[in-house]
């Protein structure tokens, strides 16, 4: 059965700290790996990653995948109030697409 | 991007009675459509496969007489709650992925909520 841990759970922080979220799976048929922010509503989607060592960027947020270590990390630079989310994590196998999702990193910036 | 759409985005109602969820992809065709549930401050869990023109594949756990799901056209999906009880109450949400070209992204629609009293 396809797994993915993220961590931390939660992670409270001031504006303008720099965070890490982890995230680390098991799958059978690894196709890529997908990063979400969640706030109250349904998800929206942040990066895809399918390679090793290619880092994805967008504005104050990064994220890149190991597939030999079997994980990825997403950083958040410069944090601000509107990062405030839920960070989710999944993976993707090679079947018919469906996405095994982790629990949630529940990110608070403080002011 | 692509989007999904949902429909209700909220709905009470009492115990016994069957709810109507629909999923629509508004710019694209999806083949396939995936069904998540969401409980309070837990993570998405897959409930189903949806497939246009055939029956949806089911996740281990999840009772096919109870959520029944119907993909008639290319762009709409179909969960209905059927008997519903209090402890189905959650928030329930569909995705779609675009047939060609990032193609890995799955869209999700905006969630329904559903509160059984």
């Known amino acids: 059965e396809d797994k993915v841990v993220q961590s931390p759970l939660s992670l409270v922080v001031h504006e303008g700290d720099t965070v890490t979220l982890n995230c680390s799976y098991e799958?059978?048929?690894?196709?890529?790996l997908l990063w979400y922010k969640q706030e109250k509503k349904a998800p929206t989607f942040l990066f895809m990653l399918t390679s090793s060592g290619i880092e994805k960027k967008s504005g104050r947020l990064s994220s890149i995948l190991d597939k030999k270590e079997l994980f990825s990390i997403l950083n958040i630079t410069a944090t601000q109030t509107g990062d405030s989310a839920v960070y989710l994590c999944a993976v993707r196998d090679t079947s018919y697409g469906k996405l095994t999702f982790g629990q949630g990193t529940i990110l608070t910036v403080h002011p | 991007g692509a989007v999904v759409s949902q429909h209700p985005s909220w709905v009470i109602c009492k115990s016994g009675t069957s709810v109507k969820i629909e999923c629509r992809s508004l710019?694209?065709?999806?083949?396939?459509m995936f069904w998540y549930r969401q409980f309070p401050k837990q993570s998405l869990m897959l409930m189903a496969t949806?497939?246009?023109?055939?029956?949806?594949?089911?996740e281990q756990g999840v009772e096919k007489d109870k959520f029944l799901i119907n993909h008639a056209s290319l762009t709409l999906s179909t969960l209905t709650v059927t008997s519903a009880h209090p402890e189905d109450s959650s928030f329930y949400i569909c995705s779609a992925t675009p047939p060609a070209g990032g193609q890995e992204t799955q869209y999700f629609g905006p969630g329904t909520r559903l509160l059984v009293l």
């Open positions: 710019d694209f065709q999806a083949t396939t």
């Open positions: 949806s497939n246009e023109g055939s029956k949806a594949t089911y």
């Open positions: 799958v059978t048929n690894f196709r890529s």
